[in-house]
C-alpha cells in the first residue's frame, strides 16, 4: 500500500532529527490518522530518565495540534524506524514496553506498528505487541 511507503520516507527523515548522544541510537516515527493526516517524531535523550520516545513525540504532537485524544478511531498506524547515529541502515524497530502502554490508551488493539528491515516493512497489532494491556 502506497500509505506504508509514504509512512516509512517520513520516518526515516524524522529520524535524522534525533538527539541521541548517549546511546547514537536514532528513532524516527510517523503516525496516520483517520483523516490521512501524518505527524513525525523521533527520539530525545538526556542525562536523566527524562528521555521521550519518537512514538510519545509523534502522538503528543498531534494532540497539541488538535487530534483528538480521546477518540481510539482516530489513529491508524505508526511506523517506528531507527539507526544507529551516523549509518543509514535500518534495522527493524519496535516500541518499547512504554510507548506500547502508551499507545495503548489512545488506540484501537488493531492498530497498526509498522517498522522495517531495510525497505522491507513490517506489521504488527498493538494487540500483538501488548496483548495483556494495562487499563481500568
Do not use: W
Request: aromatic content about 14%; glycine content about 10%; some cysteine.
Amino acid at each position: 500500500m502506497l500509505y506504508k511507503e509514504k509512512l516509512l520516507s517520513m520516518a526515516k527523515e524524522a529520524s535524522y532529527n534525533a538527539y541521541s548522544p548517549y546511546s547514537g541510537f536514532c528513532v524516527g516515527t510517523a503516525l496516520l490518522t483517520k483523516n490521512g493526516k501524518i505527524y513525525t517524531g523521533c527520539n530525545v535523550e538526556n542525562h536523566g530518565i527524562q528521555s521521550i520516545c519518537g512514538e510519545r513525540v509523534a502522538f503528543t504532537k498531534a494532540f497539541s495540534e488538535g487530534e483528538p485524544s480521546d477518540n481510539r478511531d482516530n489513529y491508524v498506524a505508526i511506523m517506528v524506524v531507527g539507526h544507529n547515529r551516523g549509518s543509514d541502515k535500518f534495522g527493524r524497530t519496535l516500541p518499547c514496553g512504554y510507548c506500547r502502554q502508551f499507545m495503548f490508551e489512545f488506540v484501537n488493539p488493531d492498530f497498526k506498528i509498522l517498522t522495517c528491515e531495510g525497505d522491507e516493512i513490517q506489521e504488527y497489532t498493538l494487540q500483538q505487541l501488548l496483548p495483556l494491556g494495562f487499563e481500568f
